[in-house]
């Protein structure tokens, strides 16, 4: 399968922890896009990265999320300290940059218990 | 911050009816109109448009884009069940590496 892989599909945390969820591009891809979907709501844009850059964190929350795209390995969305409210669906999307459209992940569901 | 606004919200059709979804966007940097299909996954790609009035065709699906009156189409011929799915328009920017935002969808449902 060559889309646009993320992972773990699922994961439940507890107030307080951290959360890591983990996108790889799909092959040849080195643009890189999070998203977030809060129930009933559309998808938000949170982060672009380029490979060990980021391009425009405009949508990402001030305190507690981050997110970095290494030379080798995945894209990884990192929030700290969880709390309800990031209850979402977070989906990546890659693309070849310029006007190449996005292609998205399954997305990881994550629940704050 | 641009806004997109689907409609309608929801549309329940039976099989072989044609449906037309509608998608209009405020534009500062305007640069692209993508339409996505969602079932319970991932948003799937069906059309990126850029220019005014070219239909971009796949299959039963079709969609075009007015820059002028800044809306997008979506059309749907021979409606099958498994068109029954959330489809979501997304306008991208210039600058930013052409980030996308999104309206909130359109739920279509199929009959039999």
Known sequence: NAGVMQNPRHLVRRRGQEARLRCSPMKGHSHVYWYRQLPEEGLKFMVYLQKENIIDESGMP????????????????RIQQVV?????????????????PQHFGDGTRLSIL | EDK?????LSLVVHEGDTVTLNCSYEVTNFRS???YKQEK???TFLFMLTSSGIEKKSGRLSSILDKKELFSILNITAT????S???LCAQ????GGNKLTFGTGTQLKVEL
């Open chain 2, 92 to 95: 991208g920017v210039t600058g």
């Open chain 2, 33 to 35: 109109l993508l339409w």
């Open chain 1, 84 to 100: 309800r409210g990031d209850s979402a669906a977070y989906f990546c999307a890659s693309s070849l940059g310029g006007l190449e």
């Open chain 2, 85 to 87: 799915a959330v489809y």
């Open chain 2, 80 to 83: 099958q069940t498994g068109d």
């Open chain 1, 62 to 77: 001030k305190e507690r999320f981050s997110a970095e795209f290494p030379k080798e390995g995945p894209s990884i969305l």
């Open chain 2, 4 to 8: 997109v606004v689907q409609s309608p």
């Open chain 2, 41 to 43: 996954k991932a948003p």
